[in-house]
């Protein structure tokens, strides 16, 4: 199979399918390498097109570890290929030793010494099919940045002890108490009714770098959060309204100033305005949340919202229709062109939000998107 065969589109086709191997070792491997490809295609088709539950989707991923064999063997098969050409060879073998080192980490390792915190369930609380999960650390508790996200193991009869994915929605305090919002979208998130004040869970984490560019405060924000795709937001916003409460440096340990420069004084955050949209009103489970945040600032002698730059609304689009990028051009103070954009939130709204924002001129690297669609 060749480069100079893809002109003759049904022979480079009939190239790519099983031949009989005569006892040649080389064929043997060639067609290991085609049936590599279809596992590997059936496996890509599964994960992008095929709704399953998590626990099926993730049972399926694993045998990506019997493709990544399958792909050693083909190699090794076909030794020709790669023993004419020393870079090519170097190149695939380290790949390979790499691409192993990762499979042995995650699949046997991870769970033992990957980053994690012991946590136990503090509050429960489901608001429609949102649930609003508080943890408090059973031992030390976790570093995280404002809109990380987190691994979610829960060790408790009836839940399966599945890793799960899901946002912080809240900032980093001292405490290192954290809260989850999870929507009810399946098999594991539905038997997590059996959640009590106490239950022993695992967090491994955080990961995600949604908030560097807010953090590094050199250009206002617009935050454009739809359903769940709000909970990353809540923690940036939570920094947002409280920058001018920070403390000096003298008083955080250095280790700690260090990671978290918002709760810095030296550190002013941008101007902030925040859309959180969804379909009907009583599907917008964090609005107390978001509002309450803007009453304790107040409390704390902060002057009103809208006097510091800042700006909330709750998109409904059953009553306003799809949220547009011109909409929120007009409704921020400014306009949306020099400022930096993120989106989180179901496909649909990001991918167009992404294209008319384009169109009004917003450059793309303005453009910040949290993707939890495969998650």
């Known amino acids: 199979l060749s480069a100079d065969r893809i002109l003759d589109l049904p022979e480079f086709i009939r190239g790519l399918w099983f031949v009989p ?13 085609v049936a590599t490809l279809l596992l590997m295609g059936i496996l890509l088709f599964l994960t992008l097109r095929r709704r399953l539950p998590y626990h099926t989707w993730k049972k399926s991923h694993e045998w990506l570890g019997f493709v990544f064999a399958m792909v050693i063997v083909h190699v090794m098969t076909v030794q020709r290929d790669v023993a004419s050409y020393p870079l090519l060879g170097g190149w695939m073998y380290g790949w390979m030793i ?57 060790h408790k009869a009836g839940i399966t002890p599945e890793p799960h994915p899901y946002s912080i929605a809240c ?6 108490t954290i809260k989850l919002g999870i929507k009810r ?18 967090l491994y984490g955080p990961y995600g770098r949604f908030s ?35 403390v000096e440096g003298d008083d955080l340990p250095e280790e700690l100033g260090r990671l978290h420069l918002e709760m810095m004084r030296r550190w002013r955050s941008p101007r902030v305005a ?29 002057a009103d919202l809208k006097k510091r730059g800042h700006h909330y609304e709750l998109y409904l689009s059953s009553r306003q229709g799809f949220l547009s990028a011109a909409y929120v051009d007009r409704h921020v103070s400014g ?14 709204m990001v991918v167009s939000l992404m294209a008319q924002f384009k169109a009004l001129g917003v450059r793309k690297e303005q453009i ?3 993707d939890f669609n495969l998650v």
């Open 171 to 176: 900032g980093y305090n001292v405490q290192s």
């Open 274 to 302: 925040l859309f959180y949209v969804c379909d009907k009103e009583e599907q917008a489970s964090f609005d107390n949340d978001i509002r309450k945040e803007v009453m304790l600032s107040q409390s704390h002698g902060f």
């Open 368 to 370: 910040i998107i949290e």
């Open 335 to 348: 306009g949306a062109l020099n400022k930096n954009i993120f989106l989180c939130g179901p496909s649909p």
């Open 212 to 246: 560097e560019a807010f953090l590094r405060a050199d250009r206002d924000c617009i935050f454009i959060g739809g359903g769940i795709g709000i909970t990353p937001f809540m923690g940036m916003w939570h920094v947002a309204l409280h920058s001018e409460e920070r």
């Open 185 to 202: 979208t399946g098999d594991h998130t539905a038997t997590l009714d059996l959640l009590e004040p106490g239950d022993p869970v695992t």
């Open 98 to 154: 790499g691409a192993g080192a990762s499979f042995v980490y995650i699949r046997f390792l991870y769970r033992f010494i990957g980053p994690h915190c012991a946590y136990r369930v503090a509050i429960v609380e489901w608001i429609g099919d949102i649930l609003e999960l508080t943890l408090t650390p059973r031992t030390s508790g976790m570093d995280f940045k404002p809109s990380q996200f987190v691994y979610l193991v829960v």
């Open 21 to 33: 191997t005569g006892g040649s070792r080389y064929l043997v491997g060639h067609n290991l390498g």
